[in-house]
Every structure is written in C-alpha cells, then in structure tokens.
C-alpha cells in the first residue's frame, strides 16, 4: 500500500485463507455477558478455533445460551464455571467475567492448564494482573485480553506510518477519546456501573481502550507520570462514569484521553508527528466490518493567504475477510496450537502490552483518588 496516496482512497486487501489440516483449538466460555456473544461468533469464524463449552451460574441460562449463538449440538454446558475448566476437551477458556471476578477463576483456568483469553479491563489493579499472569506463566499457557482493536490489519498499517522516521518524524502529541451516552437502564443496572462488580467503571471499560491507544502510539514506552483531569463524574455508588488525564514521557511528548459513559459515541485517535499527523476515527469498533480507514494529513501548509491547504489528507483503506475479533482469536488459537502441539513456550508480547495498560490505569485511578495530583510511574 502506498501510505501517500491522494484522492482515491488507497486500499490493501488482507485475505485469509481456512486451515483444515489441524483440528481446532476447542473453546470454552465462561458466562454468558453480552459481549460473549460477540466472542461466540468470533470462535466460529476464526478458521482454527471451535466453540465446545459453555457455564453459566445457571444452567438453563448457559442452555439458551448456547442455542442463541451457534454452539454446535455437541457442545458441552453446564450449570457452574468450574466444570468448564475441570472439562478435559476444553483447550481454551474464553472469561466475559466481571472484573471484581477475574482473579478468582483466571487463576483457576492457568492452574487447570487451560488457556486464558480475558475480557478488558484484566483486573482491578495490576498487583491481581501480576497474579493471574503468574500463574499462566507458571502453568505454561497463553494469556491474552480481549482488545480486538490490536488484531485488525488496519493497526499494523498504522504502526508502519508511526514508526517511519521519514513520513511521519517523531511523535509529539496523541490524542484519545471513547465515549458512549449509556441509557438510563445501562446507567441504573450494568455491570460497569457496580462498585461491587467493576469498581472501574469507564476507565475499566473504555478508558482501557484509550490508554491502549496511547501506548500503542507512543511504541508502548511508559510515561513518566500521569495526571487525572478535573471533570471527573461518579455516580450515587462511587462508581466512575467520565474521567482523563494527561500523560506526560522524559522526551517531553505528551498524551490526553478522555472516556465517558455520559456523551455520543465517539472512538478518536489523533497522534501527531513532527512531519504527519494521523487521524483515526473509529478504532475500537470499525465503520464497517469489513474493511477500515485512517487518515495521513503529510508535510502540509497552508497556502500564501492562509485561506486553505496545499496538500490534503489523504484516506487509506484496510480491508479485510475477517472481521478483527476473529482475528484476534485466529491469533490467540495459533499461540495455543503452538504450545499445544510444538511445546513452545507463551507468546508473552501480549501479557506485556496488558501489564502496561494495566500500569497506567492504575496510576490514573491513583491520580483522581489523590484529587488530581500527578503519578511518577
């Protein structure tokens, strides 16, 4: 793909071709949350994966499940979490678990030899990350949260403009909001709005998205401190619902994001080089399912009155045949096949990337507790 490319759009098309000559790594789910159908479907597109099992706390719920989101007839269900995991069949376990559980039972799946692929935010402080990812360390499998964003061909264009010196220099500054106007039954009854359940509340839920694209931007190198922003907003239990902060590095290139269950849906990223500036509009869930775009403003000015641009942005395409939670399955199924069938050792880019996520969330949540004052990482 030609990053420069002016009017039309250029487009790079990723195909994906069915891999038939090993069996699937066999899937099983723990709960049955909303965004677990969105996985269902996921593991039944990915070419290397299977759905196998599935528990719920009950098991006429974990039935209706299944026959709701194409779990083949033979699969496996069951009236407790456990029983999953005690499962012999069950490579994989896939956990939409509040976060106030992950520790419990990510612990139990790594020690019961299966594979953990966790829903975001990984735990409600990175002292219980460092546990759950000692223990699947310890126990030889493969960690991974759910940040389907990371998987799309789109990021790995992207990272090809951030990182060229060349087109778009050095990083200056980046930019990040998630954003969604919850109802008033999301706002009164979700999960992400229990103090008991997912005491993080939008940071958990979406700032993680933010600060992951943050890090992402800045090649996941720490900042040097972090500072909660003033607008902070909880709700009647404490519990976040709109909250930022600053990020600030040693290079002196700085970042602000912005979350918020409390305004339109809005999923931006702008990172901003001495020499491009990139745009991205809709990074955690594309437009479309198959096929996403960002911008690359190049080397522009404007014209000899100021009154428009000589050189425009110009908008590169990114299709592809699978949509990226698939792929992030189709992923995380090849690193298990890899320990499964080869003996090797965990991928452990990805229990990084989390712990470093997790670090600044930490920090931005220490932040706010200690009425905004600044964080050294």
């Known amino acids: 793909m030609a990053l420069y490319n002016t009017q039309p759009a250029s487009v790079t098309s990723i195909p994906f071709a069915k891999d038939k000559a090993e069996m699937p790594i066999q899937f099983g789910i723990l709960g049955c949350a909303e965004v677990a159908r969105k996985v269902s479907r996921s593991i039944t597109l990915?070419?290397?994966?299977?759905?196998?099992?599935?528990?719920?706390?009950?098991?006429?719920?974990?039935?209706?499940?299944?026959?709701?989101?194409?779990?083949?007839?033979?699969?496996?269900?069951?009236?407790?979490?456990?029983?999953?995991?005690?499962?012999?069949?069950?490579?994989?376990?896939?956990?939409?678990?509040?976060?106030?559980?992950?520790?419990?039972?990510?612990?139990?799946?790594?020690?019961?030899?299966?594979?953990?692929?966790?829903?975001?935010?990984?735990?409600?402080?990175?002292?219980?990350?460092?546990?759950?990812?000692?223990?699947?360390e310890s126990n030889g499998v493969q960690f991974m949260d759910n940040s389907m964003w990371l998987h799309h061909p789109r990021t790995a264009k992207i990272k090809e403009l951030l990182s060229d010196p060349h087109r778009f220099g050095q990083l200056k500054s980046v930019q990040s909001i998630f954003t969604f106007l919850g109802d008033s039954d999301f706002l009164e009854n979700d999960i992400r709005v229990k103090p008991d359940l997912d005491a993080l509340g939008v940071l958990g839920d979406i700032g993680w998205y933010c600060i992951g694209a943050i890090l992402f931007a800045a090649g996941y190198e720490l900042p040097k401190s972090v500072t909660a922003l003033a607008g902070t907003v909880f709700n009647e239990a404490g519990v976040l619902q709109t909250c930022g902060a600053s990020l600030l590095w040693e290079d002196g290139k700085v970042a602000t994001f912005t979350c918020s269950f409390e305004a339109h849906l809005t999923m931006n990223v702008t990172a901003i080089g001495t020499k491009a500036t990139l745009v991205v509009d809709d990074f955690v869930i594309p437009f479309r399912e198959d096929s996403a775009a960002f911008s690359a403003a190049t080397q522009c000015s404007y014209n000899d009155l100021a009154t428009g641009w000589k050189q425009m942005p110009s908008k590169h395409v990114v299709t592809t045949d699978l949509p990226q939670e698939a792929l992030l399955v189709r992923e995380f199924s090849s690193l298990v096949a890899d320990i499964k069938r080869n003996g090797s050792k965990p991928e452990q880019k990805w229990p990084t990337l989390s712990r470093k996520t997790q670090q600044v969330l930490d920090a931005v949540k220490t932040s706010i507790d200690r009425e905004l004052q600044p964080i050294e990482l």
């Not at 520790?103 to 692929?117: D, F, P, Q």
């Open 46 to 136: 990915a070419p290397n994966a299977t759905l196998y099992a599935v528990g719920s706390r009950s098991l006429e719920k974990a039935e209706r499940f299944a026959a709701a989101n194409g779990f083949p007839p033979s699969a496996n269900i069951y009236g407790d979490y456990e029983a999953v995991l005690d499962d012999p069949g069950v490579d994989a376990v896939y956990m939409p678990l509040p976060t106030s559980l992950h520790l419990k039972w990510a612990v139990l799946a790594a020690e019961k030899k299966k594979h953990v692929l966790l829903e975001k935010p990984a735990a409600l402080n990175v002292a219980e990350l460092d546990h759950i990812l000692a223990a699947c």
